[in-house]
């Protein structure tokens, strides 16, 4: 069994209420740049951090969901049926973040303490680094990012739409054959992005395992916006019957080990640098507790670990839209707040305690998180409508689609939430 | 099995129907859902899906059993690395504290996985019934096709609803390749 190609496209209801939801989405986002942009001209200092950190936030998305799609061709399974659609669309607004990547080359000094020469003349550990920090390198390498990922970008996105459209299964065939390698420069090139305008924050400290932590952070991001997109809509065709309770049991177990992956990873690296104890190495660290970043830091482990963890480790909860709805929503909320955590606070002076805190940085971090996502959500919206949004003729959703026919009386996975 | 059962069916744990198909089994025990048993079971060569909705009572603790099983692997595994570390062998290592909690955490992590894991493997085995040496199943004829490609439906005589004559009519009736008694 698969859709027709009419069912397969949002119904009706669903059109209007994206169409409400995009103009919505325009209006944040454009309200949400108008702020950001005054922050940048007035406070360069206070909002180009922030500025990076929202543009870090939704280029993850992107970049996320790319991975998810080559990670779907690799795995298989019945999972994607309701998301494949979604991760391609937002996929495609990497296009979108190489946009938004101009402001941080413009406010290069402000963003980032190795491109500022004051820095350079007092800091000899960040004066060691110029080889690889240098402007000019730095923007190749950004040039170079975005040129693979929007070719991967497309690859996902116009060879699953060219399947729709015929019956010959190449196009498909062709999609297998790239997602091994093409993970594999995915996941090195976002590691090494990471590095260039996440670590780099700091640029007198280094982590090898930043890259896969910002990885997987990111991955968990998409997945729970993946969720609360879904379930929000999940009560319109084709969202409807494709989402059933089994792929919102997926969906839950995929929140569930991503958010104890993150953990993991974010632990790893904590715990080796509290071990070693090397003044150059827990500046990083020291830098993210003094003052408010403390009980931010505190926030993140019980809240961002320990409040989903524990209730997505229920089954019941996992199978439950008004379950999974409130703590994909949460999930998201944190890791906002941890994208904060791990950017603006780089390169601060410790010791400043209380008095330092960069209360207007986190306010412009809110308003450039709105004005770029306000902006990303639209297109995303615009760029989903345009095809069905399940596939029309890939195997492994044909296959799955009639699995859930066959089970259709069952209350296991069949059936629609 | 209450007093008036024994009497008129002194030596029969149940009636064994056997099938073809496995979606047959599942109609079979949707069939008995609704016609009022609740003691009966069924037997498969592979996990039949949807058969676990169909079957009565099924209760599954292993979740919760693991959940426990965690909780006392990770503050077994904390704790004796804190009676070590602080009481038991005081060791002054890298000028750290004695209590050095973030050092504790990957064991801790271990030791959670290996009180799940054993908990998993031991409460299904419980819940299961295992080990157990005798089931009057076996006494069915046939019984053995049950690993190999039949499928069974067994309604036991401790049913309130089960009478020999109506049992065996209503299991006639949903198409099987055979009915048969099995004996204690």
């Known amino acids: 069994m698969s859709y027709a190609p009419d069912d397969a496209r949002a119904s009706a209801d669903l059109t209007a209420r994206l169409d409400a939801l995009r103009a919505t989405a325009l209006k944040v986002g454009g309200a949400g740049l108008v702020a950001t942009l005054a922050g940048l001209a007035i406070a360069p200092r206070a909002a180009f951090p922030a500025y990076l950190a929202a543009f870090l936030f939704w280029a993850g998305v992107s970049l996320a969901s790319i991975g998810l799609c080559l990670l779907f061709q690799l795995v298989g399974g019945s999972w994607m049926v309701p998301l494949r659609r979604m991760f391609e669309a937002a996929g495609w607004q990497i296009m979108l973040m190489a946009a938004f990547f101009i402001p941080i080359l413009i406010g290069l000094q402000s963003a980032f303490p190795w491109a500022d020469a004051d820095v350079l003349k007092a800091d000899h550990l960040v004066a060691a680094k110029t080889k690889y920090l240098a402007r000019d390198f730095f923007t190749f390498r950004a040039v170079a990012y975005f040129a693979i990922w929007s070719g991967v970008a497309y690859m996902v996105n116009a060879w699953s739409r060219e399947q729709d459209g015929t019956a010959d299964l190449a196009p498909t065939r062709r999609l297998g054959a790239v997602a091994g390698p093409a993970t594999v420069v995915m996941f090195l090139t976002a590691s090494f992005g990471a590095f260039d305008w996440g670590m780099s924050r700091d640029p007198d400290w280094y982590s090898t395992i930043y890259g896969a932590m910002f990885v997987i952070g990111t991955l968990l991001t998409t997945l729970g916006l993946a969720a609360v997109f879904a379930v929000r809509h999940s009560s319109l065709e084709p969202i409807k019957s494709a989402l059933t309770v089994g792929r919102l049991n997926d969906l839950g177990n995929l929140l569930l080990t991503f958010t104890m992956l993150w953990a993991y990873f974010s632990f790893s690296q904590f715990l080796i640098t509290w071990l070693g104890n090397l003044p150059e190495d827990v500046i990083w660290y020291l830098r993210r507790i003094q003052g408010p970043w403390g009980a931010v830091a505190l926030a993140l482990i019980f809240f961002g670990f320990f409040a989903p963890f524990l209730s997505l480790l229920q089954r019941k909860h996992k199978r439950d839209t008004a379950w999974v709805l409130p703590i994909a929503t949460w999930i998201v909320v944190m890791r906002t707040i941890e994208v904060g955590w791990l950017i603006i606070p780089g390169y601060s002076k410790v010791g400043s305690e209380w008095g330092g805190f960069p209360w207007g940085s986190v306010l412009l971090y809110y308003a450039a998180l709105l004005g770029i996502g306000g902006i990303w959500t639209a297109l995303f919206l615009k760029r989903l409508t345009s095809a069905p949004l399940v596939p029309l003729r890939d195997p492994a959703v044909i296959a799955a689609l009639e699995h859930d026919r066959i089970h259709a009386h069952e209350p296991s996975g069949g059936t629609a939430i | ?184």
């Open chain 2, 1 to 184: 099995m209450t007093a008036a059962h024994a009497e008129e069916n002194p030596a029969i744990y149940g009636l064994m129907a056997e099938f073809d198909d496995p979606d047959r089994l599942v109609e079979a025990a949707h069939a008995a859902r609704e016609g009022g048993y609740t003691a009966f079971d069924a037997y498969a060569p592979f996990p039949v899906e949807g058969l676990d909705e169909a079957l009565p009572g099924l209760r599954n603790y292993v979740a919760p059993t693991v959940f426990a099983g965690g909780l006392a692997g990770g503050l077994g595994g904390f704790l004796l690395q804190c009676w070590s570390t602080i009481y038991y062998y005081p060791h002054n290592i890298a000028g750290k504290p004695l209590y050095s909690w973030p050092a504790f955490i990957p064991i801790t992590f271990e030791t959670t996985v290996l009180g799940g894991a054993l908990a998993a493997v031991f409460g299904m085995l419980a819940y299961n019934g295992f080990p157990r040496l005798y089931h009057p199943v076996f006494n069915a004829p046939g019984f053995d096709l049950a690993s190999d490609d039949r499928f069974f439906l067994c309604v036991e005589s401790e049913d309130p609803n089960f009478d020999p004559a109506a049992t065996l009519a209503f299991l006639e009736g949903l198409g099987p390749r055979s009915v048969s008694v099995v004996p204690y």
